[in-house]
């Protein structure tokens, strides 16, 4: 099997929810969640936190979350990409531990959702395909289909995009989908020979919306607490 390396990035500061990462949700910080589904994966041979807050790190280490570094500053601005997170994560492990895994999965605690299997399933379509990574999405309600949606230029409104016009019926609309934050697994060559955690053939993995609530505001939150509450 190849070697698969799980980075939880989780940085300290966060404008919509204070400590966001580490807010409660039915009596447990929200990043324990993303702890849970890592830990119970069949598929992730090393799994490492990446954060530049000590709070979260100490809840890490009680959760026995390996963290080999504090994230430095630059890397944790409102502002930084996701992509040099990664990176200086990856390479760390590699110069200081000489580890380099085959594939990486990233896995953000905004995701309290997501489950062992879905990291798996998620894994194993990387592993048996040709693809470069494998994202996570759920498709997007016929409201917010991007055919539907319309734009205000100079106080007049229009289609957003020109082909809505063909659109009448939500029935015949194409599927639409977005990224939901839960699962973004690629190969680490990938990463080195592409500077991409999606290279060119990118392969969806369909969640459904009960399990791809993303956490960005307190109503967010309020969803998720529902979907958890009544989870059998």
């Known amino acids: 099997m190849p070697l698969v390396l799980g980075i939880i990035p989780a940085r300290g500061g966060s ?8 807010a ?16 119970g994966s069949k598929l ?3 799994l490492i936190l990446t954060t530049d807050d000590e709070e979260i790190a100490e809840v890490g280490r009680k959760n026995g979350i390996e963290i080999p570094f504090i994230r430095p500053k630059e890397l944790a601005a409102d502002d ?3 992509l040099p997170v990664i990176k200086h994560a990856v390479d760390f492990m590699e110069n200081e531990f000489k580890y380099m895994p085959d ?4 896995l953000q605690p905004t995701a309290p959702l997501r489950k062992a299997r879905h990291i798996d399933e998620a894994l194993n379509l990387l592993i048996n395909s040709d693809a470069d990574s ?9 409201q917010y289909n991007p055919y ?24 015949d609309l194409p599927k639409t989908y977005s990224r939901n934050g839960a699962v973004y697994a690629f190969r680490l060559k990938t990463l080195k ?3 991409s955690i999606y290279g060119d053939k990118c392969l969806p993995y369909i969640m459904d919306f009960s399990e791809s609530i993303n956490i960005d505001s307190l109503d967010d939150l309020r969803i998720a607490e529902l979907f958890i509450k009544k989870a059998p």
């Open 15 to 22: 404008k919509g929810i204070p400590k966001k990462n580490i």
């Open 24 to 39: 409660l949700l039915v009596g447990r910080l929200l990043i324990e969640y993303t702890f849970d589904a890592a830990k």
């Open 44 to 46: 992730i041979d090393r």
């Open 80 to 82: 930084t990409p996701t």
């Open 103 to 106: 594939m990486i999965v990233i």
């Open 134 to 142: 494998i994202v996570s999405v759920v498709e997007v309600p016929h």
């Open 148 to 171: 539907f949606i319309m734009e205000i230029t100079d106080g007049k409104l229009s289609f957003y995009r020109k082909e809505g016009l063909n659109f009448t019926r939500r029935q």
């Open 193 to 195: 020979e592409k500077n």
